[in-house]
């Protein structure tokens, strides 16, 4: 059972590059999410999609895209790296954010480094 | 302003010990607390999920409490393992209006244990 699947694991990019983050989750769950984490910063949501063809803004959008073409699938975009944008990126999904019995389940994270 | 707060930031504890973390929360209205164990370098795990009318959870060697009165959250550990060594984070799902909901994440707390 893979669960949340995420890659690359690691990613250096230049200032002004573009890149996908990949996320991939085989538990049939509508909801899917970006969080990025950063030292002494608690997780902050990027974009949030609750299935397939809606997705959603969070807390800190700007400089990232999504989509959700699949159920299974939800790629994070970054169209102009910005050093700013050096953090680890995790890959959440549930069945429903809202449900008393539905935990986030969560990717192992890609780490990016902008220079 | 919604915030959860936790304490200590860190903690070092001999194999074998019993500790408790807190979580100290400003979230209305308030759905849910859960905790979250994350291991260096993955994602985080859930661990428990509380709604307002539980007062204890458990999962094995771990026991959460929650207080909705006084907005405040425990997760003790009992004989603790290296394996323990970790984040313990403490998020807080909100209800707002329409179908989901929010989640505030705590900043963690570090655990270390030391043989």
């Known amino acids: 059972n893979a669960g949340v699947t995420q890659t690359p694991k690691f990613q250096v990019l230049k200032t002004g590059q573009s890149m996908t983050l990949q996320c991939a989750q085989d538990?049939?769950?509508?909801?899917m999410s970006w969080y990025r984490q950063d030292p002494g910063m608690g997780l902050r949501l990027i974009h949030y999609?609750?299935?397939?063809?809606?997705?959603d803004q969070g807390e800190v959008p700007n400089g990232y895209n999504v989509s959700r073409s699949t159920t299974e699938d939800f790629p994070l975009r970054l169209l102009s790296a910005a050093p700013s944008q050096t953090s680890v990126y995790f890959c959440?999904?549930?069945?429903?954010?809202?449900?008393?019995?539905?935990?986030?389940?969560f990717g192992n994270g890609t780490r990016l480094t902008v220079t | 302003k919604n915030q959860v707060e936790q304490s200590p930031q860190s903690l070092i504890i001999l194999e074998g010990k019993n500790c408790t973390l807190q979580?100290?929360?400003?979230?209305?209205?308030?759905?849910?607390l859960r905790w979250y164990k994350q291991d260096t370098g993955r994602g985080p795990v859930s661990l428990t999920i509380m709604t307002f009318s539980e007062n204890t959870k458990s999962n094995g060697r771990y026991t959460a409490t929650l207080d909705a009165d006084t907005k405040q959250s425990s997760l003790h550990i009992t004989a603790s393992q290296l394996s323990d060594s970790a984040s313990y984070i403490c998020?807080?799902?909100?209800?707002?209006?329409?179908?989901?909901?929010?989640?505030?994440f705590g900043k963690g707390t570090k655990l270390s244990v030391k043989p």
């Open positions: 998020v807080v799902s909100a209800i707002y209006g329409g179908s989901q909901g929010n989640l505030i």
């Open positions: 999609s609750v299935g397939a063809g809606i997705t």
């Open positions: 538990m049939n769950h509508e909801y």
């Open positions: 959440a999904s549930s069945y429903l954010q809202g449900a008393l019995d539905s935990p986030l389940h």
């Open positions: 979580c100290n929360y400003t979230v209305s209205p308030f759905s849910n």
